[in-house]
């Protein structure tokens, strides 16, 4: 019955970390609380030019607790007595070094300020080398490809690749750290008070997707290949681990300190984590064949299919195939793209550039002036930007622009990859850039798309979720004519904590299954974009453009 029972789903995402308390008979959000981290906020343990990417466990607690407690604040009395189930998700793969008691090494005194003791982000991408390598001893070493349930390709956004560059380049960090834990692993361990890394439940879906896990290994790649990697990394299968668990698993139950810390009793279950796209794919109601799409900063693509009707197949290319690292007893792939709205914000910040230099430096106006018009012109540019480039007809483009300006997850990961912008002459202005970069972002979804079709794995349709769903009309709405594919909205705002909380609900035992409980607590869709036939077909043609564009750019540059 409604108000009898409720769960907390706690999204961490690349710059904040969101709690929302979900009444579990009918998913109607009670209250939420959302905390930005700090010391990411001022850019701390970062460089952008050496794609550097770090974030201090400090920064996950601090929003832990604040949201949390927050969002109990903010719900009806009595609130807190009937929290059920906690459930997590985390960007990932967000990897960091612990200790033989499973503390981060940030959290100890020697290493409170070296960002390789931190949690490396899913966007750090300095292990290119390293993801390189891993490739290639995998196609030559004589024994098992541990690539080929994750597309054939590892990147160097998973972990792996990021614990032998750390290992590599620290040895500070490499003679203290134990073993390696991901971020969506250590808050329930964190929570349930049982951190030591070799008992902690850890994620299918972080382990199958990111670190090569799979039954028909045995677990993890063996500890042969590991040798023939790198020396560096003898003994460390070992003090990982062999048992993965689904999101609808308990990890235990909530601490006494931390039951104390958050305002809840310690009967509240914990369940094991996942990334947030693959618990926001349930949160966004996802179902077999219907492609749900996280976008934001960047994309993340979910699909589920039956198990028995993909069978042996290896889909190539993609960010990895998982027997429930979505809805436990479906198969999950993953794909997605390492920058969408990135690149907005990128053109975005690059039209500002005259107001954050030559105005602050301007001796006309007041240091307050200046401030406001900065903050307004920086609020203002992408939705007048959206509104001119949504009225240049598909059949104008002469821009063409490529997205890898972060590199190219799917299809066919590589890093390396850097992005472009074409037909540029004269009368090019900033509206029509803009529209070229939009259309950009789409043309890749379509990449995505076309190898799932490609190599036989049928799409239905598309549900996307995310801020650029709700907020961006335009963008959707070239989305929709690029994919010639109906895309529908998700209408929970928080799609993703939603998921998670559909997971807390299973992993307490108040539905016997994730679809049970999707069921119950889906909030439904709220709009559908349907293609415009007129644009198809300007876009068929933009798109052969793109697509030659991009072989040139991976084979010349």
């Known amino acids: 019955m409604a108000g009898e029972n409720f769960v907390i789903g706690i999204d961490y995402g690349t710059d904040s970390v969101r709690s929302i308390i979900v009444d579990a008979a009918d998913g109607r959000e009670i209250a939420s609380a959302v905390h930005y981290y700090q010391r990411w906020k001022?850019?701390?343990?970062?460089?952008?030019?050496?794609?550097?990417?770090?974030?201090?466990?400090?920064d996950y607690i601090e929003g832990l607790e604040v949201t949390v407690k927050k969002a109990l604040a903010d719900s009806p009395a009595g609130t807190a007595a009937r929290v059920r189930g906690i459930t997590i998700d985390t960007t990932g793969s967000t990897p960091v070094a612990v200790d033989k008691n499973g503390v981060p090494l940030a959290l100890t005194p020697d290493f409170e300020g070296d960002p390789d003791a931190m949690f490396v982000l899913w966007k750090d991408h300095t292990a290119v080398q390293e993801a390189a390598e891993i490739n290639?001893?995998?196609?030559?070493?004589?024994?098992?490809?541990?690539?080929?349930?994750?597309?054939?390709?590892?990147?160097?956004?998973?972990?792996?690749?990021?614990?032998?560059?750390?290992?590599?380049?620290?040895?500070?960090?490499?003679?203290?750290?134990?073993?390696?834990?991901?971020?969506?692993?250590?808050?329930?361990?964190?929570?349930?008070?049982?951190?030591?890394?070799?008992?902690?439940?850890?994620?299918?879906?972080?382990?199958?997707?990111?670190?090569?896990?799979?039954?028909?290994?045995?677990?993890?790649?063996?500890?042969?290949?590991?040798?023939?990697?790198?020396?560096?990394?003898?003994?460390?299968?070992?003090?990982?681990?062999?048992?993965?668990?689904?999101?609808?698993v308990a990890a235990g139950k909530l601490s006494a300190e931390w039951a104390k810390r958050l305002g809840l009793h310690t009967d509240v279950v914990v369940g094991a984590g996942a990334f947030d796209a693959h618990l926001g794919a349930l949160g966004g109601e996802i179902t077999p064949y219907f492609l749900s799409?996280?976008?934001?900063?960047?994309?993340?693509?979910?699909?589920?299919?039956?198990?028995?009707?993909?069978?042996?197949?290896?889909?190539?290319?993609?960010?990895g195939q998982v027997d429930g690292s979505i809805i436990p007893g479906m198969l999950g792939m993953e794909a997605g793209q390492s920058a969408f709205g990135d690149i907005y914000?990128?053109?975005?910040?690059?039209?500002?550039?005259?107001?954050?230099?030559?105005?602050?430096?301007?001796?006309?106006?007041?240091?307050?002036?200046?401030?406001?018009?900065?903050?307004?012109?920086?609020?203002?540019?992408?939705?007048e930007l959206s509104k001119l480039a949504e009225?240049?007809?598909?059949?104008?483009?002469?821009?063409?622009?490529?997205?890898?300006?972060?590199?190219?997850?799917?299809?066919?990961?590589?890093?390396?990859?850097?992005?472009?912008?074409?037909?540029?002459?004269?009368?090019?202005?900033?509206?029509?850039?803009?529209?070229?970069?939009?259309?950009?972002?789409?043309?890749?979804?379509?990449?995505?798309?076309?190898?799932?079709?490609s190599e036989g794995v049928e799409i239905k349709g598309v549900i996307a979720l995310g801020g650029i769903p709700k907020k961006s009309p335009f963008i959707m709405q070239v989305l929709a004519d690029v994919l010639n594919m109906p895309i529908r909205v998700a209408r929970c705002e928080q799609a993703v904590a939603l998921g998670s909380a559909m997971a807390a609900a299973t992993a307490a035992g108040l539905y016997k299954t994730i679809e049970k409980a999707q069921h119950a607590m889906g909030n439904g869709f709220?709009?559908?974009?349907?293609?415009?036939?007129?644009?198809?077909?300007?876009?068929?043609?933009?798109?052969?453009?793109?697509?030659?564009?991009?072989?040139?750019?991976?084979?010349n540059m």
């Open 42 to 58: 001022s850019g701390k343990y970062c460089d952008a030019q050496k794609n550097q990417f770090r974030q201090h466990p400090l």
């Open 136 to 248: 290639q001893v995998a196609k030559t070493w004589g024994g098992v490809d541990y690539t080929q349930f994750v597309g054939g390709i590892y990147s160097s956004e998973w972990f792996w690749a990021k614990i032998l560059h750390v290992l590599r380049s620290n040895k500070k960090v490499r003679e203290a750290a134990f073993s390696w834990v991901e971020h969506c692993d250590w808050i329930p361990a964190l929570l349930t008070g049982d951190q030591n890394p070799l008992t902690l439940k850890r994620s299918r879906c972080a382990a199958g997707h990111k670190a090569l896990w799979h039954e028909s290994f045995d677990g993890l790649p063996s500890e042969e290949f590991l040798v023939a990697l790198d020396p560096l990394l003898k003994g460390l299968r070992a003090r990982l681990f062999r048992e993965t668990f689904t999101c609808d």
């Open 293 to 319: 799409k996280v976008i934001g900063t960047s994309t993340c693509d979910m699909l589920v299919a039956p198990l028995a009707d993909m069978g042996d197949k290896l889909v190539h290319g993609i960010c």
């Open 345 to 383: 914000a990128w053109f975005r910040n690059l039209l500002l550039w005259p107001v954050e230099t030559l105005v602050q430096q301007s001796t006309v106006i007041g240091r307050d002036v200046k401030d406001r018009l900065l903050a307004e012109t920086g609020e203002k540019i992408i939705p």
């Open 391 to 453: 009225r240049i007809p598909p059949s104008e483009s002469a821009i063409v622009a490529l997205d890898w300006m972060n590199g190219r997850r799917t299809p066919d990961a590589n890093q390396m990859l850097k992005g472009a912008i074409t037909g540029l002459n004269l009368g090019s202005d900033a509206p029509k850039i803009f529209r070229a970069l939009v259309e950009a972002t789409a043309f890749g979804a379509k990449k995505i798309v076309d190898r799932f079709l």
């Open 526 to 555: 709220e709009k559908e974009y349907r293609p415009k036939p007129d644009n198809v077909g300007h876009y068929d043609k933009l798109y052969k453009q793109y697509s030659g564009l991009g072989s040139f750019i991976e084979t």
